[in-house]
């Protein structure tokens, strides 16, 4: 059984979901598995490279549109062009190993990681006030540890954890509830070096607790959960999918 089976086929049937940074791996799983579940998806990626790339990945009936969650006006216009929102998953991230001690990159990652989390949220907050709705933001197992090759990187997953308890007080006087997934080692492309090398493949499957590295698989079915009213009185936090490896 996977993340979507799980679940009633109709779980999110008229519900409108924005996946931002779903045009790849981890974010068009969860897009592909909202569209499952019955939603209305919109993905979101930052080219349109990406965007075509992704519409050939799928055979869900995913909107994909161009959005640079740095650019705060293009945010806003955004979400202003929306009639409705239940749900906003701020799937969007990078990192630049080795790089990111020099200012500019660390500045830049942060901006994408972090500021756009809140950038977003706060543009989707009018619309999913009035439909009660929810938040997702993704942290990482970084969160709880640390990588000297990726320093903001690893700032930014650590914010994510601390503004999704923020936002969850500011937003929940209204009825709207905000979570974090911290994801751990997935099989994706930002990780292929990991994965694709038999031994540093082997030593981080055996620190988890399952034995094995994660799909993008993995994380759908939490966050359908987090968004469906099983959760109605989950907020404010942080569910660790990683197969047990940070507390290994």
């Given at each position: ?41 919109i ?8 965007l ?70 706060r543009a ?32 930014s ?12 007080h ?21 990780t ?5 090398v038999?031994?540093s ?45 940070h507390?290994?």
């Amino acid at each position: 059984m996977d993340g979507v089976t799980a679940f009633a086929p109709d779980l999110l049937k008229e519900k409108m979901v924005v996946v931002s940074g779903g045009t790849s791996g981890i974010g068009l799983a969860v897009a592909n598995g909202f569209a499952a579940a019955g939603a209305t998806v919109i993905a979101t990626g930052s080219s349109q490279q990406r965007l075509r790339d992704a519409r050939g990945e799928t055979t869900r009936p995913i909107r994909f549109e161009q959005l640079d969650v740095r650019d705060g006006a293009a945010v806003e216009a955004f979400f202003g062009g929306l009639d409705s929102l239940d749900v906003l998953v701020n799937c969007q991230g990078i990192a630049r190993p080795d790089n990111e001690w020099n200012e500019e990159i660390f500045l830049d990652v942060m901006d994408v990681n972090l500021n756009s989390a809140m950038r977003l949220s706060r543009a989707a907050f009018p619309l999913l006030k009035r439909s009660g709705g929810s938040i997702v933001n993704f942290a990482s197992m970084l969160s709880y540890l640390a990588d000297e090759s990726v320093p903001s990187y690893t700032a930014s997953k650590t914010g994510i954890v601390g503004l999704t308890r923020a936002m969850a007080h500011k937003y929940g006087r209204d009825g709207v509830r905000v979570n974090a997934v911290a994801p751990g080692y997935h099989r994706t492309e930002m990780t292929k070096a990991l994965w694709s090398v038999a031994k540093s493949e082997q030593k981080i499957a055996e620190r988890s607790a399952l034995k094995r590295w994660g799909t993008t698989e993995d994380l759908v079915g939490p966050i359908l959960f987090l968004c469906s009213n099983a959760a109605a009185f989950v907020t404010g936090v942080t569910i660790p999918v990683d197969g047990g490896y940070h507390v290994g």
